[in-house]
């Protein structure tokens, strides 16, 4: 129930308002009924009409009733400061940006993660170490400049996270991973799902991986040799507390541990606050880079999740590896929709054919939720095969996934992919397929030469909502 605030009624003729509008103003269940039919831009217009109508539109109550629970479009990250749109679903929507700037940073800002219609942003200023965290909703134009941590100047922060789900709470976290205060940490003390003997051996700073171990994460798996390849345990039983996860070809050689710190701002409190002590992992540090939220909880490529609201760390279950498959390659895409946790793995010895799994609710396991072969789309798009062929005399292809979509009917989902020079819709359930759109070259670009100009990294989901960033101002 909405709150019972008489809002002011606007004349529309010399005898002033008729009865019935008054009687639909003067009924806000009704009233908000009717307008949660309307585009998100007819609200935006609205709050100019009148204080009453400003805090009537503004009530995160109704807010939570806005929020969409589709994709409108995918903003794609072009340069540091351009942006292109990719509008998907029935409804068009026009692009929320081309370029992404602030009055207070207008350098240009890179889009570190979307989450639920908000957009956690930063710039990083030359020769220096300063970072400017922002919380940016493009439907309404608000930004929030988060205050700086006390120590940010001097640490390194790793990651940065946004959880935000605004069926639950008006309010949004920001969750920071950085280097600890040179402390000696012990894994999950404060974690019940891991114990102190689980060292949590993920991975080593990829500076320090060799030659030999290096992975590939996007090529074609004919281009991975035997000596790059990512040894992954098939069976989660077959990793031993003393090792928890071994995707290294050689755990001897993975030595180097570092400890970090979660920090976590609230938008309720307006503060930043330390959640637990300091952990140690050995793990690429760029992992934390690409956090997804889901379910109450970050996600950091597959190896950690940081469940938000109880503020504890936990680690996912093991990469699935099918037995087909004698080397491994690293998963293809990472990503959410509609609270469910998805993973892109290859099963054969074509790109074109992919498993995409999803988490189980209790994290016990990722399952086989998508069985897909996409080969048929190069008969009808031939741009998407490469000019030469691999050293299994198969035809190599070029193509990238932008985002895995699920909608309230499953039948509906969809998958976004690139190729060259296009977009294109593909069908999980009934594999029907589609251009969605011609991407334009860019102005130094031969027409001739076509390439994939995007990645699933590059891609942020957009979802227009009315939620506040609080403390806002206005671009």
Known sequence: MLSHKRLQTVSTNQYGPSKSAEAIANNQDLLAEILVRLPVKSFIRFKSVSKGWYSFISDPKLCRRLQPDTVAGLILSKTLTKYEFLPLGDKPFDAPFKSLTFDDNPGGLKILQSCNGFLCCTCIYAYSNKHDYYIYNPTTKQYFTLPQLPTEDTITVYGVGLAFDPTKSPHYKVIFVREADHVQADFADDHDELNDERSYQIADDHDELSDETSYQIAGDHDELSDESSYQIADDHDELSDESSYQIADDHDDLNDKRSYQIEVYSSQTGSWAVSGSPFVASIDTDDFKDGVFCNGAIHWRFRLYFNVDEEKLGEMPPIPMPPILKRSQYPIYFGESRNHLHLVQNYGPRKT???????????????????????????????????????????????????????????????????????????????????????????????????????????????????????????
């Not at 309230?408 to 190729?419: G, T």
Request: net charge negative; proline share 7%; hydrophobic share 40%.
């Open 353 to 475: 054919q992919f498993n995409i799994y999803e988490m189980e609710s209790d994290y016990s396991s990722w399952f086989v939720k998508y069985h897909i072969d996409v080969e048929a789309i190069s008969s009808s798009f031939p741009r998407m095969i490469r000019n030469h062929f691999g050293p299994s005399g198969l035809p190599s292809y070029e193509f990238s996934i932008l985002s895995v979509v699920r909608e309230a009917d499953d039948q509906e989902s969809y998958l976004v992919l690139h190729i060259p020079g296009m977009a294109i819709h593909y069908s999980l359930k009934f594999g029907i397929f589609s251009k969605i759109c011609d991407f334009a070259p860019d102005n130094h670009d031969d027409p001739s030469l076509l390439f994939l100009k995007y990645g699933p990294w590059d891609a942020s989901q957009f979802m227009p909502t009315l939620s506040s960033v609080c403390k806002c101002s206005i671009i």
